[in-house]
C-alpha cells in the first residue's frame, strides 16, 4: 500500500505528533499484591465463595464420573453382557447426573458472577471515594485522563479476574488432577504414554501465547496512538483547517493507520500459527491413543471401555490447560491495574481534619497569615514568610504577575493545601484545627474555569447547597443579573448543560459560577480571576451584583483589571511569592512603587497599539 | 427460526454492506481464500469421530494392531493438514477485515479533515470518536469473523449429518429431533441477552462520563466541598452498573446450563437407544462412540447461532453509522475553477450579509456592509453573541453567508480555492488549542517547511522566544494534549507565532488577550503591533484601548451594526454603546493621568 505523501517536504523524515501511549500493560506476578487483592473477597467468604465453591466440586464430580459410566460401565459391564436393565438404569442415573450438573452450574455461573460483581463494585467505590478526598496537591500532578483510566479501566480490567478467574482456577486444577488420577487407575501403562503430550501443551498454553500476547499489546499501543491523534484531529479541526493542514495530517494518519494495519497482520498472523500446534497437540495425544490403545487391547489387558473413557477424557485436557493460561494472563495484566489501583489508594490525603476539629460557626471572617511558606515542589518557593491580616468583612485584592503567589494565598485560605511552615488563621484560630468540611461550606471560591456539570441549570447552581429551593436559586441568579440569560435558553432553568456542549458563552459560565457563590452564602469569598472573560457590558451589569456580593464577607480578589481592584479595602502587591507593598489604591498610587509601574504599564501596552 | 432471521436481516440490510463494498471488496482474494481452506478444515474435523469408528470396529474388534496404526499414522496426518489449512484460513480471514478497515479509516479520516465547522458545531467528539472506534472494530470482527462463522456453521452441521445418516437413521433422526429444544432456548436466550448488554455498556457509559466530570470539575467540588454529595451521586452509577451486570449473568446461568443441558439428554437418548441397538447387534460400539462426538458438532454451532446473527445485525448498525460521516456532504469546497494566488492584497469587502447558522432560529448577522482597504485596521466590539466572530469565520469560509457577498480583492470568496484563502487570512483565537507536538512544530503547524531561523524569529516577534528558552529543552519540548503545562498568556503567544509563521495579509484576532495578566497582555499587545504592520487586521475585543485606533470600529447588536466609524467620532455620541464602553474603561485612565501629571 503507497503511503499517502505529505504536502510540506519537511515532514516526510519528521514525526509531527507524539502521543504517549506507553503504559504498561502486565506486571510479573507479586505474592503481596496478590494476597491485598484477595482481601477484598473477605467479606464473602462466608457467604456467597463456599456457595460458588460447592457447586463447583458438584459440578466437576459429575464431570469426571460421566466419562466413566459411558465409557467402562456402558461398554465393559452393559453391553458385553447385552443387560438391557443395566443399561436402563445406567441412562437414567447419567440423566440424572446431567440434571445435578444442570442446576451446580446454574448457581455456580450465578453465585461467581454475583461475587465478582460485588467485589468490583466494592474495589471501585473505595478507589472513587478515596480520590474524593486527596488533596489538590494530588490532582495537580495528574491529567483527569490519567485518574479516569483508573477508575474505569483498570477496575475493569480485574473484573474477568474476580467473576471467571479465581473460580475458574480451582475448577481446572481440580479437573486435571482428577483426570490423571482417574487415568492412572483405569490404565497406568495407556496414562503414561498419553500424557506424553501435557508439556507439550503447557508449552503452547504459556511460553508460545505470551510470544502472541506481546504482539497483541503492540497492536494495542499502535491503537491508542491512533485514537489519540484521531480525538486530537476533531478537537483541533479548526486549527488544522485554518492552517490549511489536511492534506499533511492525512500523511501523518497514513503512517499510524498503516502502523496499526503491520503490527494487527503480525499478531494475527502469530495467532494463526498457534493453531497448527495446537491441532498437533491434540492429534499427537489420540494417535498415540489410538495406536498404543488398539495394541493394549489386542495384546494386554485392556478393554474397549476403557479405551472409549480414555477418548472422552483426552478431549477433556485441553480445555483445563489453555483456560490455566488464559487465567495466568489475567492475573499478569491484574498485577498492573492492581498495582495503579494501590498507587493511588496508598496516596494520604495531606490536609486531613484534626483530632478534634474546632466549628466554623463563631468564626466572623477575620484572616491572618504569620510566617507562612509554601512550596508546590521541592525547587520553587511559593511563597516565602508571608504576613498579612485582613479584618472581616474587609475587600481585599491580590495584585502581582504570573507566578507571584496570589494564587497560592488563595488556596491556603480555602486548605486546598496547607502551608510548609506558618499558620493561616481565622480569627485566630488555625484553620488546621478548624473541621474541613465546615470550612469549605464558608469559604467559596469562584475560579477561572468554571466547570459546568452535565444537569440543568437550576441543579448546576445548585451545586454548592443541594438543599437550596428552586426559589432561593432563582434568587441568587437574579442577584447576579444570570437570570437574563438564563429565561432566553429553551427551557429556562431547566435547560439542560453540559462540560463539553457550547450552549453557554466563557461570560455565561461566570455568572453561573457567581450565582453558585451567592447561593453558597460564604463567610469567605475568594474570587479568582472572576471576572477576566466577561465583556465589558456584562462586567458592567455585575458591577452591582459584585458588590452585593461581596458585602458582610470577608472577600479576596485575584484580577487584572484595575476597575475590579480599585475600589478594595485593601491592595496587597505581591512579587516572587513576598508580599512588597500594600495599602489603598490611592496610597499605592502616591508612593509610586511596583504597583503603580504595573498599573501603567498595563495602560502604556494597551496605548501602544 | 433462526436462519430464516438471519436471512430476513440479510435481505433488509444488503444495501448497507453493497454501499461499502469499495472497502471490502477489493480484499476479496482473502476472504475467498479463507473459506476455502475452511472447507479443508471442516472436512479433517469431521474425520475425528470416523477415526474413532474404525479403531474401535475394525481395529479392535477385528484384533487388527495394523490398520489401528494406519489410523494413527494417517490421523496425524489429516490433522496436519487440518493445522496448515487453519492457519491459512484464521490468517487470511483476519486480513480481509484488517485490510477493509484499514481503507476505511483512512476514507473516514479524509472525510473528517473537509467536514465544514458547521458540521463539528452539533457533533460531540465522544459520538464521533465512538463510531471511529467501536464501530470500526464491529465491522472488521463482522468481515474478520462473521462470513466464515456462517459457512463453518453451515458446512460443520451438513457433514457431520451426513455422517450420522450413513451409520444410524433412527439416532440421526433422534439428534435432529433435539435441536428444535436447543434452538428456541438459543433464540429466546439472545432476545433478552442482547439488550440486557446493550444496557451494561449503556451504563458504563454513563459511570464514564460521570466520573470524568468528577474528576474534571474537581476544583469546583472541593471549592464548593460536595465530595460527600458526588459520592453519593457515583455510588448511583457503581451499583447500576454491578446490577446490570448481574442480571446479565443471571441470563447466562439461567440458559447456559439449561443449553448444555439439552445436549447432554441428547448423548442420554442416545446412550440408551444406541445401547439398546448395539446390544441387538443392529450397530457397531464404535458407531455409537462417535455419535458422542457428532452430537456436539451439531449441537455446538446451533449455540452460537444466536452470537452470528447478532454479530450481523450490529456490524449492519455501525457500518450505517460509518456512511453517515461518509455520506456527510461538503458544502464548502473549492469552486471548479478556482482563482490561486500566492498573496492576496488583503482588501475585504462586506455587501448586505445575513448569516443563519443551521439548526438556529435567529440570524446570528443581520445586513452588515463594510469595507476594508489593504492594510486597514477594523475593530469589532459588542457584547458576547453579539456576531463579531461570525463575520470574520464568513472571510475564511468557514461557513457560507446565508445571503449577501463577501468579496476579497473584488473577487467573491466563493471563487478562491480554500488554500488560497486560508493560506492568507491567519487566525488567533481566544481558545487556543496546540497539538501534542513540540513548540517548534506547533509554531511551523501551518508551515511545515519552514527553517529554524524563521520559527525563532516569528516567536521573537511574538514575545515567546524568552520563556521557549528557559524550557530545559526549550523549542524541543513536547506539549500534551492542549498545551497542558504552559500559562494561558504562553499558550496565546505560541498561537500568535504559529499565525505569524504564515504571513497572512488578513490578520484575525478574536479576543486573544482575554486570559493573561496584566504584563504578559502588554507583552502580547506589542506583539499585535508586529503581526499588525502591513496587512488588514479585524481585532475583536472587549477592551476600547485595543481598537482606539483602528480605521474603522463596528459596534455589534444582535448581529446587526449599531454603530460605527472611528474612535474620535464614537466617543461623541453620548448615549451611543461605544462611548458607554468608554466611559467605564476610562474613567481609570483619566484618573490615573491626573495623578501621574500630580
Redesign the interface.
Known amino acids: ?1 503507497p503511503l499517502e505523501k ?1 504536502e ?4 516526510e523524515t ?1 514525526q ?5 501511549s506507553d503504559r504498561i500493560i502486565e506486571k510479573p506476578f507479586n505474592w503481596a499484591q496478590m494476597a491485598r487483592l484477595l482481601q477484598y473477597l473477605k467479606p464473602y467468604a462466608k457467604t456467597l465463595l463456599p456457595g460458588a465453591i460447592i457447586a463447583l466440586l458438584i459440578g466437576t464430580a459429575i464431570r469426571l464420573t460421566v466419562p466413566i459410566l ?1 465409557g467402562v460401565y ?2 465393559d459391564r ?2 458385553k453382557h ?3 436393565h443395566g ?2 438404569w ?2 437414567g442415573t ?2 440424572v447426573l ?2 445435578l ?3 451446580s ?3 455456580r ?2 453465585l461467581t ?2 461475587l465478582g ?2 467485589v ?2 466494592d474495589i ?2 473505595h478507589l ?2 478515596h ?3 486527596l488533596s ?1 496537591r494530588f ?1 495537580d500532578s495528574r ?2 485522563g490519567s ?2 483510566v483508573r ?2 479501566n483498570d477496575v475493569n480490567s480485574l473484573q474477568d479476574l474476580f ?1 471467571n478467574g479465581v473460580i475458574n482456577t480451582l475448577t481446572d486444577l481440580l479437573m486435571l488432577c482428577g483426570i490423571i488420577v482417574i487415568l492412572f487407575s483405569l490404565s497406568w501403562q495407556l496414562a503414561i504414554a498419553v500424557m506424553l503430550v501435557i508439556p507439550l501443551m503447557f508449552f503452547l498454553s504459556t511460553k508460545f501465547r505470551r510470544k502472541i500476547r506481546r504482539a497483541w499489546q503492540l497492536v494495542r499501543l499502535k491503537q491508542s496512538k ?3 491523534h ?17 492534506v ?3 500523511a501523518f ?2 503512517v499510524v ?2 502502523e ?2 503491520e503490527t ?2 503480525s499478531a ?2 502469530k ?3 498457534f ?6 497437540a ?3 495425544g ?3 491413543l ?2 498404543f ?3 493394549l ?3 494386554s489387558h485392556l478393554t ?1 471401555g476403557i ?2 473413557s480414555f ?2 477424557y483426552l ?1 477433556m485436557f485441553w480445555d483445563p490447560i489453555s483456560r490455566l493460561g488464559q487465567t495466568y494472563n489475567q492475573l499478569l495484566v491484574a498485577m498492573a491495574s492492581s498495582e495503579r489501583i494501590f498507587e493511588f489508594l496508598d496516596e494520604r490525603p495531606n490536609v486531613r481534619d484534626a483530632q478534634e476539629p474546632v466549628s466554623m460557626d463563631g468564626i466572623k471572617g477575620t484572616i491572618d497569615f504569620e510566617d507562612v511558606r509554601f512550596t508546590y515542589d521541592e525547587e520553587r518557593e511559593a511563597l516565602k514568610g508571608i504576613n498579612l491580616h485582613f479584618e472581616a468583612g474587609e475587600t481585599i485584592a491580590l495584585v502581582g ?2 507566578g507571584s503567589g496570589k494564587s497560592t494565598i488563595a488556596n491556603l485560605i ?1 486548605r ?1 493545601y496547607d502551608p510548609t511552615s506558618g499558620t493561616v488563621k481565622f480569627d485566630g484560630i488555625d484553620i488546621r484545627q478548624i473541621k ?2 465546615e ?3 464558608n469559604v ?2 469562584v ?5 459546568i ?2 444537569g440543568t441549570i437550576m441543579e448546576n447552581i445548585r ?2 447547597r ?1 438543599d437550596a429551593t428552586d426559589e432561593e436559586v432563582i434568587a441568587a441568579a437574579r442577584a447576579v443579573g444570570a437570570d437574563q440569560f438564563i429565561e432566553q435558553l429553551s427551557n429556562g432553568f431547566y435547560t439542560e448543560v453540559e ?2 456542549g ?1 450552549i453557554l ?4 459560565r461566570q455568572l453561573l ?1 457567581f450565582a ?1 457563590a451567592v447561593l ?1 452564602d460564604p463567610k469567605i469569598l475568594i474570587l479568582d ?1 472572576a471576572t ?2 466577561i ?6 451589569k455585575i458591577q452591582k451584583a459584585m458588590k452585593k456580593l461581596l458585602e458582610g464577607r470577608t472577600s479576596i480578589i485575584i484580577a ?1 483589571r ?2 475590579t481592584i ?1 475600589d478594595a479595602d485593601k491592595i496587597v502587591v505581591l512579587d516572587h511569592g513576598e508580599v512588597i507593598e500594600q495599602g489603598t489604591h490611592d496610597e499605592l ?2 508612593a509610586r512603587g511596583k504597583y503603580y509601574h ?12 | 427460526m433462526l436462519l430464516f432471521e438471519a436471512i430476513q436481516i440479510g435481505g433488509g440490510s444488503m444495501d448497507t454492506f453493497r454501499r461499502l463494498k469499495n472497502f471490502y471488496w477489493p480484499h476479496k482474494k482473502y476472504l475467498f481464500g479463507s473459506l476455502l481452506f475452511l472447507l479443508i478444515v471442516t472436512g479433517a474435523t469431521v474425520c475425528y469421530p470416523i477415526v474413532l469408528q474404525q479403531t474401535i470396529d475394525k481395529g479392535i474388534k477385528g484384533q487388527n494392531f495394523g490398520y489401528a496404526s494406519v489410523l494413527a499414522f494417517g490421523f496425524i496426518l489429516i490433522m496436519a493438514i487440518k493445522g496448515v489449512a487453519a492457519y491459512f484460513q484464521q490468517y487470511w480471514g483476519n486480513l480481509f477485515g484488517i485490510s477493509s478497515v484499514y481503507e476505511l479509516r483512512k476514507a473516514l479520516y479524509r472525510k473528517l479533515q473537509y467536514l465544514p465547522f458547521r458540521y463539528y458545531d452539533n457533533a460531540h467528539t465522544g459520538d464521533l470518536m465512538s463510531r471511529l472506534t467501536a464501530d470500526v472494530e464491529g465491522f472488521r470482527f463482522f468481515l474478520s469473523f462473521g462470513f466464515s462463522q456462517l459457512f463453518n456453521f453451515i458446512l460443520i452441521v451438513s457433514f457431520s449429518l451426513v455422517i450420522m445418516f450413513s451409520y444410524s437413521v433412527p439416532l440421526a433422526v433422534v439428534t435432529l429431533l433435539m435441536t428444535p429444544f436447543l434452538a428456541v432456548t438459543v433464540y429466546s436466550f439472545d432476545k433478552k441477552v442482547h439488550p440486557a448488554f446493550r444496557a451494561i455498556r449503556k451504563s458504563m457509559g454513563r459511570m464514564n462520563t460521570r466520573v470524568q466530570e468528577n474528576v474534571s470539575g474537581m476544583n469546583t467540588v472541593k471549592a464548593m466541598a460536595q465530595e460527600a454529595k458526588e459520592i453519593e451521586r457515583f455510588e448511583w452509577n457503581n451499583t447500576d452498573y454491578k446490577d446490570k451486570q448481574i442480571y446479565t449473568s443471571t441470563l447466562w446461568a439461567k440458559y447456559f446450563p439449561f443449553m448444555e443441558f439439552i445436549g447432554n439428554i441428547c448423548v442420554v437418548v442416545l446412550l440408551g437407544l444406541g445401547g439398546t441397538f448395539v446390544i441387538r447387534g443392529e450397530m457397531k460400539p464404535g458407531e455409537l462412540v462417535a455419535f458422542f462426538s457428532l452430537v456436539w458438532y451439531i449441537m455446538g454451532p446451533l449455540m452460537e447461532l444466536g452470537f452470528m446473527v447478532n454479530q450481523f445485525s450490529q456490524a449492519k448498525a455501525s457500518g450505517e453509522r460509518l456512511l453517515q460521516i461518509l455520506d456527510e456532504p461538503i458544502e464548502i469546497a473549492s469552486p471548479e475553477n478556482p482563482i490561486e494566488t500566492d498573496r492576496l492584497l488583503g482588501s475585504v469587502e462586506f455587501r448586505h450579509v445575513y448569516l443563519k447558522y443551521p439548526n438556529e432560529e435567529s440570524y446570528a448577522l443581520k445586513d452588515i456592509t463594510f469595507r476594508a482597504r489593504p492594510g486597514q485596521v477594523i475593530g469589532l466590539m459588542g457584547a458576547t453573541g453579539s456576531g463579531k466572530s461570525s463575520i470574520t469565520r464568513l472571510i475564511a469560509r468557514f461557513y457560507d453567508a446565508t445571503s449577501g457577498e463577501i468579496l476579497l480583492d473584488g473577487e467573491s470568496v466563493k471563487n478562491y480555492s480554500l488554500k488560497t484563502l486560508r493560506k492568507n487570512i491567519g487566525f488567533v483565537l481566544q481558545e487556543t488549542f496546540l497539538f501534542s507536538s513540540t513548540i517548534r512544530d506547533n509554531i511551523a503547524y501551518g508551515n511545515p517547511d519552514a527553517t529554524d531561523e524563521e520559527i525563532i524569529d516569528a516567536a521573537k516577534r511574538a514575545q515567546a522566544h524568552d520563556f521557549i528558552s528557559e524550557l530545559p529543552k526549550g523549542y524541543d519540548t513536547i506539549l500534551g494534549e492542549r498545551g497542558l503545562g504552559l500559562s494561558g498568556g504562553q499558550k496565546q503567544r505560541i498561537a500568535i507565532a504559529r499565525a505569524l509563521l504564515i504571513n497572512p495579509s488578513i490578520l484575525i484576532l478574536d479576543d486573544a488577550t482575554s486570559a493573561v495578566d496584566m504584563q504578559t497582555e502588554a507583552k502580547i499587545q506589542m506583539a499585535f503591533r508586529e503581526l499588525m504592520r502591513g496587512r488588514t487586521t479585524f481585532i475583536i475585543a472587549h477592551r476600547i484601548s485595543s481598537v482606539r485606533h483602528a480605521d474603522e470600529i463596528l459596534v455589534l447588536k444582535d448581529g446587526q451594526i449599531a454603530e460605527r466609524g472611528v474612535h474620535e467620532d464614537l466617543i461623541q455620541n453620548p448615549n451611543g454603546l461605544y462611548r458607554r464602553i468608554y466611559d467605564i474603561q476610562y474613567k481609570d485612565h483619566e484618573q490615573l493621568k491626573t495623578q501621574q501629571n500630580a
Open positions: 500500500m505529505p510540506s517536504k519537511a515532514l519528521r509531527r505528533f507524539y502521543y504517549s459411558i456402558a461398554f452393559v453391553i447385552q443387560d438391557i443399561l436402563y445406567l441412562v447419567i440423566a446431567y440434571f450438573s444442570y442446576l452450574n446454574y448457581f455461573i450465578r458472577n454475583i460483581q460485588y468490583i463494585f471501585r467505590k472513587f471515594n480520590v474524593q478526598y489538590n490532582f491529567s483527569a485518574i479516569l477508575i474505569i467473576t491512533l485514537n489519540s484521531l480525538n486530537e484531529s476533531i478537537q483541533g479541526i479548526r486549527v488544522t483547517q485554518s492552517f490549511n493542514q489536511e499533511n495530517n492525512r494518519f497514513d493507520n498503516t496499526v494495519f494487527w497482520r494475527t498472523q495467532n494463526a500459527v493453531r497448527p500446534f495446537v491441532e498437533m491434540n492429534a499427537i489420540s494417535a498415540i489410538i495406536w490403545g488398539a495394541f487391547i489386542i495384546h474397549t479405551f472409549v477418548a472422552f478431549g504577575h504570573t480555602g486546598f474541613l468540611s470550612l469549605r461550606a467559596s471560591t475560579i477561572q474555569e468554571t466547570f456539570f452535565s451545586f454548592g443541594p462540560e463539553r457550547n458563552s466563557v461570560g455565561e459560577s453558585r453558597a480571576e477576566s472573560s465583556d465589558t457590558e456584562t462586567e458592567l487584572h484595575l476597575s480599585r498610587m502616591r504595573l498599573v501603567i504599564s498595563q495602560f502604556q501596552g494597551l496605548e501602544a497599539v
